[in-house]
T-cell receptor, first 112, second 118 residues
Framework: DAKTTQPPSMDCAEGRAANLPCNHS???????VYWYRQIHSQGPQYIIH???NNETNEMASLIITEDRKSSTLILPHATLRDTAVYYC?????????????FGAGTRLFVKA | EAGVAQSPRYKIIEKRQSVAFWCNPI?????LYWYQQILGQGPKLLIQ????????DSQLPKDRFSAERLKGVDSTLKIQPAKLEDSAVYLC????????????????FGEGSRLTVL
């Protein structure tokens, strides 16, 4: 079973920041937080991951709370192409527990 | 770099018929995964290969599903006989190692094969 809880859907206005929350209250010390997204009729695509520090790349920013029990994926300037299902996943890296288990995700609608 | 290739993209069959899906992972990726994604749900891991050996097939319905990766490169997933509830998208993914891609641990997914069972 997925170890994360996400809202089923969210709306965002084009050009505004999209903030997608994720709860992972049972996360273990060696587990990372991963985000993938799935655009309609495509396979999931990796976005970003982090352990405890905030992370930023060309696609998004990841904010992880100090207690690591929740995180937020931020798309700074959402476009219509960002409409997709976003999956928050926790998994270990290099120490066992490699499984990437998906929950139902959050369906983000970016509106013009 | 070529991505994960899957075929066919779409398949429609009647229940009790058989079907096979093919996946060619990214060159050099030792780990290959098959996921099943039912409409409205997240992908569910069916089986994971490391080279030509099975690492995890705990979620594979072995009475009707089978998968092989004989030469440690491409893979085939078969369903025989198909049931209505097998209607789904079958996603193949690959990664260089069991822990995923270098530095990121990511999995690389194909576009999937959509199965409709009537």
């Amino acid at each position: 079973d997925a170890k994360t809880t996400q809202p089923p859907s969210m709306d965002c206005a084009e050009g505004r920041a999209a903030n997608l929350p994720c709860n992972h209250s049972t996360i273990s010390g060696n587990e990372y937080v991963y985000w993938y997204r799935q655009i309609h009729s495509q396979g999931p695509q990796y976005i970003i991951h982090g352990l405890k520090n905030n992370e930023t790349n060309e696609m998004a920013s990841l904010i992880i709370t100090e207690d690591r029990k929740s995180s937020t994926l931020i798309l700074p300037h959402a476009t219509l192409r960002d409409t997709a299902v976003y999956y928050c996943i926790v998994r270990a890296l290099n120490t066992g527990g490699f499984k990437t288990i998906f929950g139902a995700g959050t369906r983000l609608f970016v509106k013009a | 770099e070529a991505g994960v290739a899957q075929s066919p993209r779409y398949k429609i069959i009647e229940k009790r018929q058989s079907v096979a899906f093919w996946c060619n992972p990214i060159s050099g990726h030792a780990t290959l995964y098959w996921y099943q994604q039912i409409l409205g749900q997240g992908p569910k891991l069916l089986i994971q290969f490391q080279n030509n050996g099975v690492v995890d097939d705990s979620q594979l319905p072995k009475d009707r599903f089978s998968a092989e990766r004989l030469k440690g490169v491409d893979s085939t997933l078969k369903i025989q006989p198909a049931k209505l509830e097998d209607s789904a998208v079958y996603l193949c993914a690959s990664s260089p190692t069991p822990s995923g891609g270098p530095n990121t641990g990511e999995l690389f997914f194909g576009e999937g094969s959509r199965l409709t069972v009537l």
